[in-house]
Each structure stands twice: as structure tokens, then as C-alpha cells.
């Protein structure tokens, strides 16, 4: 596919996406240089297992959907963060893709791509819902919350309309235009909303894993 | 405040029999607890929190992604189901939004947005409430939180903050105070627990087949210190001396210290470190002095876990080694240094209640599984067990806490329907706060069943040879 568009466009998708992007990857580096500044987890004592294979048992289990019980005994939650998920990576993928390397984006690749986006974007009603008429989940939400899950179902139903029209040969739409606008402002909010917790994930994941794989309570059967 | 480690001066003379020495600190110390929080309270609080956020602490307050995952996890959720605010994330979002409110960046501009609340006199009632009385720091959340949001080490963050600003359910701190003062937290004179050690060794001698056996205390060399929960020697001597029947029975050479003996350590409860690192301090002392091999926890839940896990992460490491007498019994039993009659105990069925500090922070899941195995031969399984097993209720310093026992015996519902559920006359566990807990809520929700720990199950089932 051909991604012939506007300078206007062009600025939009590219210069204005890098700079926004150093901004948030600056952002991120500043997040993490305050936490790598406190004193991490210490284990001095003799370990019953391995915190290394925690670490990494732990870091793991994102693909492990028996391997707690609130995702063993809630699936359907586990298939929809997966979808959801999955469709964030393929969006952000398409906003590297279409300006940059527009021949990947096949009418194929674009459909998978957009199929995600519609189950992402019906997760993220469900998900407003749930954060809505549960009282345990309405009690514990933020605006934050409620502006984070409604911006992020939003910008999969724009993501999706303008990957139709782009299928279509339509590269330049009032759609496309919304799209990357968007994805200026994510990559500028970001970093200051709750949509930012895949920072500081792999720091959990990992210190939980050093805690309890190094306790021996993590990974018992591959020990 | 100044390290209570080196301003206590810690004798290292042999005791006097005649005049028992002042164990504890050289000077006794009463913590200031107050009625309510204060401005002065409060301002102490803004003061102490950064001292507190270490990186698994930050990354708690700040990684909670609200997305209720966790809710189902907890003991207090499932058993008072009607209570929403006892959910996990809201009763740590009562900790959060002062956090949020210092160090969020959206929080700086927009408060209300992200949650965020200035430190009130409100929200540190809240936090209080929710975090002294509806928290028993088991993990259990931990183990299912997507994020690894840490709830131990984030709630015990909160109470040492609450802690040092001097509001603290005064029970609890009375009972580190003791520990401070008195070097065990009951305040057992050191003559009493001598005599208590020497009256259950008769006692222990009494039995047939244990006419040798001995309990000895202070003696150089052994190779295991056996440490104790103070409710021994004062409400449960039986426990001592089955343990020490089991340790002679395989002839393990062992003794109990005479000076610092209190393997628990309720400064993990209040999260005051300096208070923590000393009663470790005194513990370490007593294996250098007595020049063991191995530091023993006898069969207490936090205090196997302050003993096992923390103590070297306190003291900056230790030159011995750490077990407890749950994982020896085991390994007397896999090395068949240990002789058991299972047909004695084949009229009841067992079941066993996992501590959350031995099994879930502690990693010792299957040890008390090879022990009963091996000494019955009807056990059930609860239908969550190990390191899944719920909170009995009377975990994180719960029953030093009275002002909150309503909450507590409602909170123990689900492990009684679990005990239920096993059809089990005996309670196995190994852990003194969970004795006590259990026996209550066996009480309260019509159980009956004799609770129990490991080596008052051994002890009947000892088949004593020459
Ligand atoms: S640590 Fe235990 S008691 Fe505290 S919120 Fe989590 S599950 Fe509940
Ligand atoms: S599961 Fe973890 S991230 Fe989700 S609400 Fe609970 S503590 Fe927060």
C-alpha cells in the first residue's frame, strides 16, 4: 500500500510523532531513574530457589492464564486483556507502519490488524460498563480510569474506521487525520495517566519473581 | 530516632541463676500512642513517608491499575462480601492517594483526577481503619494481582508511617514495647522461663520411654537454637515439650537459650525497623554465643518468616544457618530418624491450614505435608491450600488488635467453610496467631475440631526405641 498524503499529513505522522515520542520516551526515563533510585529488594538470606527463574517465571505470566487463580477462574477476563492488549501493540505497530514502511500494511495485515481494533473497542464498552455497574470496580475507580479506558475505546473505533478507509486506498482522510491527532495526544499524556502502568509492569513482575522464586514459592515444578 | 541496635547494650555474661539479668533494652520504653491523629500526627507522617517508599513499595502505590483483579483474593472481600470498602485496592487506595498526592505528576495539576487526596485527618482515619483492622498483610492479593502490587511491604509501609506518628492500636504496640523492654513480648522474667523450661523437662521425663530426655538450655555447641513463641511457656507448655520429645526422640542435639528465646518479632506488624532489626539482633547474639550451627524457629508464622527471610535482610546477612522445626521434622522423617505409629491418630480426620508467612512468604509448602503424611493416615486437603491457602484472619498482628475482633472472626468465614468443607476433627497448623484464630472461628462458626501443630501431632505417634 501507498502512503501518499499531504506535507500537512506528512508533518503530522512524522516529525510531529518524533518529537512527541521523545517526549514521552524522555518522560519514561525520568520515571524510572527516581525508581531505580530506591533501594530495590534485598535477599541476604540463603535462598530456597532461584530468583532469576522467579523473575523470569514471573515476567512469564502474562502468558500463563492458569497460573493465578484470578485469571484461572475468570477466562473470559483473561482472553479480553489478551485481545485488548494485543490490539494496543498492532495500533501503535500501524502508526510506525503507515507513515514509515506502508508496504507492510497489506489489505491483509490491515484487515487482522482492524479486527482487533473492533474486538478492542467493544472490550473497552464492556469495560466502561463493567467500571460502571460493579459496585467493587466503581468503588475503586478514578476519572483517570473512566478517561483512560473511554479515550483508549474511542481511538480503537477511529483506529478501525480510518484502517478501513486505508484499505480502500483512502491513505489522507478527515479519519486519518483524527487518528494520528490521537496518537499526538497519547504520546504526550501518557506518561502522566494510569495508561502508563506498562512502565513500571516489568518492575513489578520481575521484583515479585525475585521475592517469591527466590523463596522457593514461585516455579516449583521446573525446580 | 536514634538505631535502638546501638544504643541497647546487650550482655553477654552467662546468667546468674540467683539474679536473673535485665534482658531487653538497658532502658524501658513506653511509645507514645496517641488517640487520634493529630496536626502534629500528621505532619510527622508527611515527614516519615519518603523514608518508606523503597522500589517495591513505589512501585505498589504507583502500579495499581484499578482493575479489581485482586478483589476475590482476599479473605475480608469473601467473607464480607456486603463491605465493598474492605476490597483490596480501595483499602490501599486509602495509602495511595496521599502517596499520589505527593508524588504523582498528573496529581500536581489535577488532583481529584487521578484520586489523589491531600493527608487528612479523614483519609488517616480511613487509612487506620483499613490498614491496621482490614489488612492482615497474607499476600494473598499479591499472588493475584497482574501488576505484582506488593500489599505486604506496602501496607507495612503504612502502619510504620501510621506507627511513628504515634497512632498504633495500643495493644500491638504494647506488645513490641514488652518485647523492647522485657527482650520476649510477654514479659517473661527470665528466672519464671527457667523454671517453666525445667519444670516441663520433669514433666518430659515423666513419659515412658523419655526418662533421658532433656531439655537444655544455654548449652554451647548444640547444633540447632531453638527459638519460641512466648504463649509457650505461658499458655502452651505442651507444645514445647512434644517438640522437645520429637528433637530427642531423633536425637537431635539442640538447646534453647535462657536470655533471648522470643522468635517472634511484632515490629513486622507495626513496620517499625529499627524495632525489628533489634530483636533480630538479640537472636543472632544468642547463636554467637552459644555457637550453634542453626537458627531454629520453632512453629510460629511470622516469626518463621522474620527468622527465615527477614532477619538476614535486616542484619545485612548471617554467618549460620536458618531452619524451623517444621522443615527438620521433615527431614528426620525422610531420613528415618524419626519412628511413627500412624494407627494412633486413625479415628480423626486432619486437614491443615497453611500460615500465610510460612507457606505464601515463607516457602515452606510441602514440609508440612511430608510430616503428616507420614504420621496419619486420614488428611484432607483444603480446597485452597499452600501457597493459595486464604488467611485465617488473625494474620499481620490481627488478634493484638481487640478494637477490631468483630471484623476479624467475620473475616475468618471462608477458612471456616474451607474447614467445613474437609470434614476434618483436627486443624493442623503451625503457627501460634493461626492457633489461636482458628480455635476462635472453630468456636464462632460451630466447627468441631481440635486445632493443633505439628509436633503435638508427632508426639503421640512417636515410637520410641533405645
Ligand atoms: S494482603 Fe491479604 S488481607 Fe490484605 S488486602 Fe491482600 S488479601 Fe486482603
Ligand atoms: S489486581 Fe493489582 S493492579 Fe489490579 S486492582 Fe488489585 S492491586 Fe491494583
Redesign the pocket.
Known sequence: MENKVSYALYVLQEPVQYIALTFMALMYAIKIYQLMKKPGPPEKAELKGDRYAGALHSLANVLRPWGME?TRSHPYFYVEFLIFHIAVALTIGSTFFIPLTPWLMTPLVSKVIMVFMGLAFLIGLRRIYRRITVPEIRI?SSPDDFFAITLMTVFFAVGFVTMWLWIQGKPETGWMWLFFLMVTFFLIYVPFSKISHYVLYPFGRVMYGQVFGGRGILNRNAR | MPDPVETSKIQTSEPEPAAPEKLGTQENRKWPVLAEFTPEALAKMEKVLPSKLNRIVQTSLA?????????EACHYTQSIPEDKTLV??YK?DRFRKWYKYRYDWMAKAFPSFVGAKPLSKDLADEMYDKLWGGCTMCRR?TF????G?DYGMMVRAARGIMCEAGRVPQNLQDTVDAHYNHGNNMAVPQDEFIETIEWIEEELQSEEGCEHFTIPLDKKGAQYLLTLNPREPKYYPMTIQSTAKVLNAAGVSFTISSRYWDMTNYAMFNGMDGDAKLFAKWLFDEVDRLGCEYLMSGECGHGYRGIRWEMSNWLGGVPFKITSSMELFADLIQTNRLKLDKSVHDNKIFTYHDSCNIARSGGVLEEPRVVIRAAVNNFVEMPHNREQSYCCGGGGGALAMPEFAKRRIASGKIKADEIKATGANVVLQSCHNCTDMLKEICEHYGIHAKVMNLAELLDPALVLTD
Not at chain 2, 493475584?144 to 501488576?147: D, E, K
Open positions: 484470578s475503586i | 502500579g495499581c491499575i484499578h482493575c479489581g483483579m485482586c478483589t483490596p485496592a490501599a492479593c493475584n494481582c497482574p501488576m502490587v
